[in-house]
């Protein structure tokens, strides 16, 4: 009788320390994932609010252009000599060159 209480009372104490794991690994779940993904999204909002005439953008489809006019949801885009396509600022991302330059 009295080794199933000691074995009933480890089996308990063990429980606690599951929790504190369980509650470690999501923690550093957060810090390895989900950070970066957020800091990476309030980069490319920047990117899009500041977005002005001239600046040479990429469609997510991988269409390049160069910005011709900027409204509050949509963009229209220069992609050829007078072929200017208005896309929402969501799809629009900065050109690997322009990306290059910032670094400089």
Sequence with gaps: MNSLIIT??????????MWIWMIAILVIMWILMLRPQRKKEKEEQKF???LK???RVIFSGGIYGKVH??????VEVEVSNGTVL?????????????KNEEKK
């Design 69 to 74: 006019s900027v409204d509050e949801h949509t």
């Design 8 to 17: 009933l009372q480890q089996q308990g104490q063990g429980g606690g320390s």
């Design 53 to 55: 005439k001239g600046d």
């Design 86 to 98: 208005t896309v929402e600022k969501a799809m629009i991302q900065p050109a690997p060159e322009a």
């Design 48 to 50: 899009r609010s500041g």
